[in-house]
């Protein structure tokens, strides 16, 4: 099945995290597993932005499928590496 591409807001915090979370459980439960998060105009993720997308990940990986991340600038691919996330993660 093909990837889909999901923009991140520029500020992915709590207020986004519950819309990012339904629209990747109403891929899944579409039958879509894999996803590329393009980060190209995100500027800040916070911790609930964080776990929303590792919850997500663990799903897409139970169903065969995965999340690779791209497009992220220094200060969010900061945060992935501190947290050690760029370990789980496919970051192009």
Same mark, same amino acid.
């Given at each position: 099945? =093909? !990837? /889909?591409?999901?923009?991140?807001?520029?500020?992915?915090?709590?207020?986004?995290?519950?819309?990012?979370?339904?629209?990747?459980? *109403?891929?899944?439960?579409?039958?879509?597993?894999?996803?590329?998060?393009?980060?190209?105009?995100?500027?800040?993720?916070?911790?609930?932005?964080?776990?929303? /997308?590792?919850? =997500?990940?663990?799903?897409?990986? !139970?169903?065969?499928?995965?999340?690779?991340?791209?497009?992220? *600038?220094?200060?969010?691919?900061?945060?992935? !590496?501190?947290?050690?996330?760029?370990?789980?993660? !496919? /970051? /192009?």
């Amino acid at each position: 099945m =093909s !990837e /889909i591409m999901i923009e991140m807001p520029e500020l992915f915090s709590v207020e986004e995290a519950g819309h990012f979370r339904e629209e990747v459980r *109403n891929y899944i439960l579409g039958g879509h597993s894999s996803f590329m998060l393009d980060f190209g105009t995100c500027r800040f993720i916070d911790s609930t932005g964080l776990g929303v /997308i590792v919850s =997500s990940y663990k799903k897409c990986v !139970e169903t065969g499928g995965t999340i690779r991340l791209t497009g992220m *600038n220094e200060n969010v691919r900061k945060i992935f !590496e501190l947290t050690r996330l760029t370990r789980v993660f !496919e /970051i /192009i």
